[in-house]
């Protein structure tokens, strides 16, 4: 089931999936973004590639996490922020457009479908561009705390180091309990980006509108996404339960493989590349 195939052949069978289930909720994970430069989580195999994201209770509990979250930041928010769609998310919105897409959830928080002009987005784990304060809830641009922390921290703007998922970056060997954390500029509270860290919950009406969609729709599509978190999963498993097919497109194993109506292992981009414009 997950042996690769070739993008002309995924193509084909995504197409045909699309025209017997025309009105679908599509589920998007980090491999849609890859082609776009941020990188993943996991491998084929649906394991970690590094260092598990940083957790909810840590971030909120220490200083020292959160020193290192955003130093680690610094070197690597920019790459998320000039971040552009590429063709995955360029034919969704035509798809969108042509009345196939109802809704689309993405677990992904770089908000590339906005940006490539998708209407009906629900961002699952929120939005890396904007940042709150997790004692007031002010709210503020990601670019805005970005420059408020370069500034405390210039001798941190020299650091480089590899991509890492979601902003990040692959920074060690490097003391951060100099870098200087910038709170809250209303109430002198922890700042925090407006995200679902590991260890947190996803809103309960954000997760029961999205799958009162999915129980509507006739078919679920998930697009780069491993669903090893159950926040993705529960979307497999509802639709499941509930005798919606679903169709995967994605390199490599998922949580959800023997729920799979059909699953298409190939690379996502290349895969879009060869679909018909008009569906």
């Known amino acids: 089931m997950n042996q690769n195939q070739q993008p002309c052949e995924a193509a084909e ?13 599509v589920l998007t994970g980090a491999g849609i973004s890859t082609a776009s430069g941020i990188p993943d989580y996991r491998d084929h195999n649906a394991e ?14 220490q200083r020292a996490t959160r020193q290192r979250f955003w ?66 809830h002010h709210s503020l641009s990601r670019n805005a ?9 210039p001798s941190f703007l020299a650091f480089s180091a590899t991509a890492a ?24 509270g922890i700042l925090k980006p407006d995200v679902v860290f590991f260890g947190d919950n996803v809103p309960r009406h954000t997760v029961e509108t999205s799958l009162q969609h999915l129980k509507d729709a006739s078919a679920l599509l998930v697009i780069g996404s491993s669903l090893m978190v159950y926040s993705g999963y529960r979307f497999c498993k509802r639709a499941h339960e509930w005798g919606i097919p679903i169709a995967a497109l994605t390199l490599g ?11 298409l292992n190939a690379p996502i981009p290349d895969t879009f590349a060869r679909l018909p414009k008009h569906s």
């Open 13 to 25: 069978k995504l197409q045909l999936f699309i025209e017997q289930h025309p009105q679908l909720v």
């Open 48 to 61: 970690w590639k590094r260092k598990q994201p940083v957790q909810h209770h840590d971030f909120m509990s």
């Open 71 to 136: 130093a680690r930041s610094l070197v690597g928010w920019p790459i998320m922020r000039d971040a552009k769609p590429n063709v995955a998310h360029k034919h969704l919105v035509e798809w969108e457009k042509q009345g196939h897409i109802d809704l689309l959830v993405t677990q992904n928080v770089d908000g590339l479908h906005q940006q490539a002009g998708h209407q009906a987005v629900i961002d699952l784990h929120g939005r890396s561009d904007r940042v709150i304060c997790t004692q007031c």
């Open 145 to 153: 705390a970005h420059q408020m922390m370069a500034y405390a921290n």
């Open 165 to 188: 998922p979601d902003g990040d970056a692959d920074l060690e060997g490097v003391d951060f309990d100099s870098f200087i954390i910038s709170d809250c500029p209303e109430c002198g």
């Open 253 to 263: 194993k998922t949580r959800a493989d023997e729920l799979l109506t059909l699953k």
